[in-house]
């Protein structure tokens, strides 16, 4: 751990980068942006969940979305059960979760490789259609939110006050999985990744493992759900669909899988480029898209691989 | 009522054909080279849009489908030169990647080369008719077309893959590549094929479809994953698994969305019924997928053990 | 035109940041034009812009205009809304297209702007969500079926078999149609979302033989469904429908919709002199047939640059409020007044799809269904 590991020193940059970002944006008169800032950190936390499973687990989920929009309706079920606490909310969303990842979880882990990426597909397709049915929470049309939660009291109406409780829940959840993706649990998900029949013979069954892995990732996923739902003050069945997962797979190879700071680096870079992009055309995701590709054929492992060659940090952890 | 059912059983089939139809070219480049590609979707809504256009300047569906069909072959060999043929090697996660970007380049090129209004393929005049059914119902001529268009796919890829040269080195370039390459086969000559080859029939898919189904910037991406539910159930690799997974999805799908709110009206009253068929409905291919997967985790007809 | 909002590059724009002028009108047009789904979006925006161009400076100010894309994500909507109003400081926004945007983006706006919708018109922002600032300029969404309902009842049509997708707004479609149909419905079926292949809906069809068929299908939907009832050589039976044959689908269905009806409170048919000026203009332009979505957008351009005109400042929005509400602007659709919730009171018709001698195909007005025909939950609108 010291010194500090070159993919740390570059989390902790961007961090602090971020951290800036409110009032140097102030300052330069368009305090907007901390909001376009704050959507971006929300999407680095559901990367980094899927990089738990992903990228040190190698269970390709392609339904992880699901767990975005378990939290993003905690908020609205939550508002409506009169429980505004950010910390209930997140509770009840990491509930939801949970429940459904369990389940679900054990059933898909039967499979491997492109049958584990479709039946997550299927089970979070179930839970979309489900949220879709549902007429009392708006269906397909979704439903607004009368206000943003408050978290020990303090109401997080200000843009400022979001943005600084989202970069300290992402923060915490980097210090988390970086500390538990170091630990034995973490070394045993690893060595079922590169070779489970040599795990096994050491006598480490990789299924419980890799459920647990599987749950925590699904219950970090939404506390980005929760802060969505927050930053947006809306929460529609689109937060869960198979784009969104397809995205979040995409933010996270584009960062470099298996380093964390990838993954948060992946998010802050793909959802900025989606704005700025956006800025100049209708036909953005043209120039989007043949950046992915221009990443994939010219940098093995994202921009993780990028930094490393280029020399600035965050070496990939295998 | 028997023969309504037996009537939506036919149609459930038939749109299993079509399914598989477009998930040939699909089976093919994920079963033999091992690649994962996502942008087969927009290389069939390339083939419509093809369709479109040539059918529409020679005015004539015949000449159309004969020009789009080299049209979609160079377009994937020129695909494969730029971009797939840098990935057969890379991680699923890599090409999963690159394909996704191809999905939003390609579809946002259609739209400004095409507009974003759905465009129409007419039918030909030699399948435009309609052949009497039971009772007041017609079958259009045009469908029979489509199904034999499918089986044919289905009986073409068959033989190609069990019954020729080209298919034995494909087997055996897919299960040991360095090993086929040593014994002085050019191995990504045949690749390239391949991948062109299946860039074809997805394009053929498209122009065959095109006068049935809307020709939009969305079509590729609406049956992108109908057609992965497909060949997963049927098990990587394998046509005939493909082929069954198609009709059973067609089936499930149709006999379920039509007879399920029947047949839950038995359980439970009607109004539960009628909501909860309306929330099942969308659910059944993914429904059937999970159970398939739950009992045979790699499909119908996948190899154990295989990635 | 299209990008005045280059400004607001992501980084280092400060310098440049728009100082607040309080007197230069400042327009939002946030509706979906990127992706599969963008033509509606397109024609609502296309029409707003040829307004813009035609009036020179809209309200007699000079006048800024944000074009900006909702790309279909409710969440990404949200935030678009958001930065028009904080950041670049507009007054009115035209959108969106789709009713799950508009719940995502109509808190945003009306806190301190207003929002005129060319297209979407949920039911519970003409009812109980009413908003002093939100105007639906277009329709209020279960208008449209009401339309065919009494068309079937005026022509003695006793039975009809209805469809629609199974969402939010397939669910008020068919409750409209069901409120105001006096016959019986045989049979009334939700698809899934997307549906690609409708032989098992058709064979249902063909076995009752209904009188009539109703269905809310719209966009890539439409088009396939309308392509397969024709061949499947069903078009003995009238195929009703609303938001599925329309300028926006015919480029596609063509032939197979001819002869179609479908409810609408506009048509590029529609003998009015502001709507035949229009039409040609809008055609001169862009080369393409206007849906009634792009009449939408003409119109909230039209109603805004009225009220800014009659008020002479874009600060007081309480004048301004009474200026739109009072709608004194030539509507491409004719008379044309706001009821108590900011929806439209209208006249609605019957139109019928058809080839223009030009080859091209747009609906065509067959009859007025209702005359100045209010929505009904203004009485449970509480403003």
Same mark, same amino acid.
């Given at each position: ?10 989390? #902790? ?29 929300? $999407? ?27 939290? =993003? ?20 969303? /990491?509930? /939801?979760?949970?429940?459904? =990842? ?27 259609? $489900? ?25 997080? %109406? ?96 584009? &960062?470099?899988?298996?380093? +964390? ?24 995701? +043209? ?32 | 009522?028997?023969?309504? $059912? ?31 590609? #996502? ?61 996704? &970007? ?26 435009? &008719?309609?052949?009497? #059914? ?25 033989? +190609? ?17 360095? /090993? ?19 860039? /074809?029939?997805?394009?053929?898919? &498209? ?49 379920? !969305? ?6 839950? !009206? ?42 | ?21 309080? @007197? ?62 904080? !950041? ?59 339309? #065919? ?32 149909? %006096? ?63 329309? %300028?926006?689908?015919?480029?596609? %269905? ?28 809008? @055609? ?10 792009? =009449? ?28 739109? @509400? ?44 209702? @005359? ?12």
């Amino acid at each position: 751990m010291s010194p500090l590991a070159p993919r740390l020193k570059a989390a #902790l940059a961007l961090f602090l980068l971020m951290a800036l970002v409110p009032p140097v944006v102030t300052a330069l008169g368009d305090p907007f942006l901390t909001v376009v800032a704050n959507r971006m950190l929300v $999407f680095a936390i559901a990367a980094l969940s899927l990089d738990l499973i992903l990228g040190y687990g190698a269970m390709v989920s392609f339904g992880h979305a699901a767990y975005l929009g378990f939290g =993003a309706y905690a908020v609205a079920l939550g508002a409506r059960w009169g429980l505004s606490d950010l910390l209930a909310q997140i509770l009840l969303g /990491m509930a /939801m979760s949970a429940g459904f =990842a369990l389940v679900t979880g054990a059933i898909s882990l039967r499979t491997k490789g492109v049958y584990f990426i479709m039946i997550t597909l299927a089970f979070a397709q179930m839970a979309y259609f $489900f949220f879709v049915a549902q007429s009392s929470l708006g269906g397909d049309d979704g439903v607004a939110l009368q206000a943003r939660s408050s978290l020990l009291g303090v109401s997080l %109406e200000g843009d400022m006050a979001l943005y600084y409780v989202t970069l300290g829940a992402l923060m915490t959840i980097y210090a988390g999985l970086y500390r538990l993706t170091g630990s034995r649990f973490g070394r045993v998900l690893k060595g079922t990744r590169e070779n489970a029949l040599r795990m096994q013979a050491m006598g480490y069954r990789p299924f419980p493992y890799q459920l647990v892995a599987y749950v925590i990732a699904a219950c970090l996923c939404s506390v980005a759900g929760v802060l969505l739902a927050n930053l947006t003050e809306y929460v529609s069945p689109a937060y869960m669909g198979w784009h969104r997962s397809g995205e979040l797979i995409v933010m996270l190879v584009f &960062g470099g899988i298996g380093t +964390l700071t990838g993954a948060v680096a992946g998010a802050l870079v793909a959802v900025g480029l989606e704005e700025v992009l956006a800025i100049f055309s209708d036909h953005w995701r +043209l120039g989007f898209g043949l950046v992915l590709v221009l990443v994939v054929l010219f940098s093995p492992d994202g921009l993780t691989g990028l930094a490393k060659r280029l020399g600035i940090g965050g070496r990939g952890n295998g | 009522m028997t023969n309504l $059912f037996l009537l939506q059983l036919l149609n459930g089939a038939q749109f299993g054909i079509l399914l598989f139809l477009v998930a040939a070219g699909l089976t093919l480049v994920f079963g033999i080279m091992d690649f994962i590609n #996502l942008a087969h979707g927009v290389l069939y809504m390339v083939g419509a849009y093809l369709m479109a256009t040539f059918a529409g300047l020679t005015d004539s569906f015949w000449l159309g489908l004969m020009l789009a069909l080299p049209a979609t072959l160079i377009f994937g060999l020129v695909l494969e030169f730029l971009v797939f043929r840098r990935l057969y090697d890379r991680s699923h996660l890599d090409q999963v990647l690159a394909t996704f &970007g191809l999905i939003l380049m390609l579809s946002e090129g259609v739209r400004i080369l095409w507009g974003s209004a759905p465009l129409n393929v007419d039918m030909p005049e030699l399948l435009s &008719g309609s052949v009497p #059914l039971a009772g007041p119902l017609k079958y259009p001529v045009y469908r029979i077309a489509v199904i034999a268009a499918g089986l044919a796919s289905a009986v073409g890829l068959w033989a +190609l893959i069990n019954h020729t040269r080209v298919g034995m080195l494909l087997r055996a370039g897919a299960s040991n590549r360095p /090993m086929v390459a040593a014994l002085g086969v050019d191995i990504s000559r045949l690749f390239m094929l391949v991948f062109a080859f299946g860039a /074809m029939l997805a394009g053929f898919a &498209g122009a065959i479809v095109a006068p049935i189904l809307s020709v939009d910037p969305g079509m590729g991406e609406s049956i992108l994953i109908l057609t992965f539910v497909v060949i997963v159930i049927g098990g990587v690799g394998s046509i005939r698994g493909a082929f069954l997974a198609a009709i059973l999805v067609g089936v499930v799908d149709t006999v379920g !969305r039509t007879f399920g709110p029947i047949w839950l !009206r038995m359980v439970m009253d009607p109004s539960a019924a009628a909501q909860t068929g309306r929330m099942l409905a969308p659910m059944l291919v993914y429904l059937l997928m999970a159970a398939v997967l739950f009992w045979s985790p790699t499909g119908l007809f996948g190899r154990k053990g295989a990635k | 035109m299209n990008r005045t909002k280059l400004t607001a590059a992501l980084m280092l724009s400060a310098a440049m940041a728009p100082a607040a002028h309080a @007197e230069t009108l400042k327009i939002g047009i946030l509706t979906t034009t990127s992706g599969p789904p963008a033509v509606l979006g397109e024609h609502a925006r296309d029409g707003a812009l040829l307004a813009a161009e035609q009036l020179g400076m809209v309200g007699g100010m000079e006048t800024e205009i944000f074009v900006v894309d909702a790309e279909g994500k409710p969440d990404v909507a949200a935030q678009k809304a958001r930065e028009l109003v904080e !950041r670049d400081g507009v007054q009115f926004v035209i959108g969106p297209i789709f009713s799950n945007v508009m719940g995502a983006i109509a808190g945003p706006i009306t806190e301190s702007a207003f929002l005129l919708s060319p297209n979407a018109g949920p039911s519970v922002y003409a009812g109980e969500n009413c908003h002093p600032n939100l105007f639906g300029v277009a329709y209020q969404n279960d208008q449209m079926p009401t339309v #065919l309902a009494k068309h079937m009842n005026d022509t003695g049509i006793g039975d009809a078999f209805i469809l629609a997708p199974n969402y939010q707004a397939g669910q008020d479609s068919l409750n409209g149609f069901k409120s105001v149909f %006096e016959g019986t419905v045989t049979s009334e079926l939700y698809v899934p979302l997307g549906q690609l292949d409708y032989s098992a809906e058709l064979a249902q069809i063909a076995a009752l033989q209904p009188s009539a068929v109703y269905a809310f299908l719209p966009g890539g939907m439409g088009v396939n469904f309308v392509k397969q009832y024709d061949q499947a050589g069903l078009k003995s039976i009238p195929l009703m429908t609303a938001f599925t044959v329309d %300028e926006t689908t015919l480029p596609a %269905e063509q032939d197979a919709a001819v002869g179609m009806l479908s409810g609408t409170n506009w048509s590029p048919s529609l003998d009015v002199p502001a709507s035949l000026a229009f039409v040609e203009a809008f @055609e001169a332009k862009y080369d393409y047939v206007p849906a009634l979505y792009a =009449a939408g957008g003409y119109d909230s351009m039209m109603l805004i640059d009225s009220a800014v005109k009659a008020v002479g400042n874009v600060t007081d929005m309480d004048a301004l409020r009474a200026a739109l @509400e009072a709608a004194d602007f030539s509507s491409v659709r004719g008379d044309f007044s706001f009821s108590s919730n900011h929806f439209p009171v209208q006249n609605f018709y019957l139109a019928e799809a058809v080839k223009r001698e030009d080859g091209k195909y747009q609906t065509q007005i067959v009859e007025t269904v209702y @005359e100045a025909y209010a929505d009904a939950y203004v009485d449970q609108c509480k403003m």
